[in-house]
Nanobody, 118 residues
């Protein structure tokens, strides 16, 4: 089994910054993709950013230029540095891990709340 644990959410003022962390543990052979999705009330869960094992990065259009994703492969950990936060960034942020070992299996964290408000 694989466990995914996020940390680092909270309340921040517009224009501020936060860093989210996510660590995967358990029966892990090879994590292919690690990333972040977010879900605002009444909306679908959408991609924020993702990074593959070989370093290919993908950002959602709304965060491009403001958020930075990074990954520590030996620690099975992914980070999301969020800068210039806006009220519309308010959402529950979920860590996503895709493990590929013959087949692809997806795992999710429990989510961490990020609220941007003055």
């Amino acid at each position: 089994q694989v466990q995914v644990a996020e940390s680092g959410g909270g309340l921040v003022q517009p224009g501020g910054s936060l860093r989210l962390s996510c660590a995967a543990s358990g029966s892990i052979l090879s994590i292919y993709t690690m990333g972040w999705y977010r879900q605002a009330p009444g909306k679908q869960r959408v991609l924020v950013a993702s990074v593959t094992l070989d370093g290919r990065i993908n950002y959602g259009d709304s965060v491009l230029g403001r958020f930075i994703i990074s990954r520590d492969n030996p620690k099975n950990t992914v980070y999301l540095r969020m800068n210039s936060l806006k009220p519309e960034d308010t959402a529950v942020y979920y860590c996503h891990v895709r493990i590929v070992a013959g087949r692809a299996d997806d795992y999710w964290g429990q989510g961490t709340q990020v609220t941007v408000s003055s």
